[in-house]
T-cell receptor, first 112, second 113 residues
Framework: SQQGEEDPQALSIQEGENATMNCSYK?????LQWYRQNSGRGLVHLIL?????REKHSGRLRVTLDTSKKSSSLLITASRAADTASYFC????????????FGAGTRLFVKA | SQTIHQWPATLVQPVGSPLSLECTVE??????LYWYRQAAGRGLQLLFY??????ISSEVPQNLSASRPQDRQFILSSKKLLLSDSGFYLC????????????FGPGTRLLVL
């Protein structure tokens, strides 16, 4: 079963609106990461939040982590058409190994 | 700065033919290396990872294999491709240790006909 699962699977918004994507996971973690993938390209790392952190910001991105609920959210403020992409959360599953487990992703479409 | 290369970008192969995809990393030493497969519109499936030369861990039983002949070279191979091997293959590297940020190559789109 997947460690991280994003919600919603797809999201369509107007330029200028905020986009919120959620991620739930099953086991305890050391950290959680968010990645972005443009169609047909490799993934690009956006932000990493550690299990002892609750919120982190990077530019127009805001990530929250609630370890009691085993969930995280990614907020993109004032979205732009260029933000159109798929967004994935990834967790390390806190197994002491080297596996990072990716969710199925949220496909975001920002209409100009 | 570190860079990661993958080639080819696109590959069309007949069923039963062999496969060799190569990934190389520059600007870092002793990275962890990963091969993922991504089906259309889906998430990433970890296929193999390596923490050092000659050290390969397989995550999913399949007709694929991986090798790491040099510190910054990771190769994905198959002796006989299946239709189900079609997909988008991504190589990534990270620092040592678990849960590190991963840096991805541009990917290879493989179509098996």
């Amino acid at each position: 079963s997947q460690q991280g699962e994003e919600d919603p699977q797809a999201l369509s918004i107007q330029e200028g609106e905020n986009a919120t994507m959620n991620c739930s996971y099953k086991t305890s973690i050391n950290n959680l990461q968010w990645y972005r993938q443009n169609s047909g390209r490799g993934l690009v790392h956006l932000i990493l939040i550690r299990s002892n952190e609750r919120e982190k910001h990077s530019g127009r991105l805001r990530v929250t982590l609630d370890t009691s609920k085993k969930s995280s959210s990614l907020l993109i403020t004032a979205s732009r058409a260029a933000d159109t992409a798929s967004y994935f959360c990834a967790t390390d599953a806190n197994t002491g190994g080297f596996k990072t487990i990716f969710g199925a992703g949220t496909r975001l479409f920002v209409k100009a | 700065s570190q860079t990661i290369h993958q080639w080819p970008a696109t590959l069309v192969q007949p069923v039963g033919s062999p496969l060799s995809l190569e990934c190389t990393v520059e600007g870092t030493s002793n990275p962890n290396l990963y091969w993922y497969r991504q089906a259309a519109g889906r998430g990433l499936q970890l296929l193999f990872y390596s923490v050092g030369i000659g050290q390969i861990s397989s995550e999913v039983p399949q007709n694929l294999s991986a090798s790491r002949p040099q510190d910054r070279q990771f190769i994905l191979s198959s002796k006989k491709l299946l239709l189900s091997d079609s997909g988008f293959y991504l190589c990534a590297w990270s620092g040592t240790g678990g849960g590190e940020t991963q840096y991805f190559g541009p990917g290879t789109r493989l179509l098996v006909l």
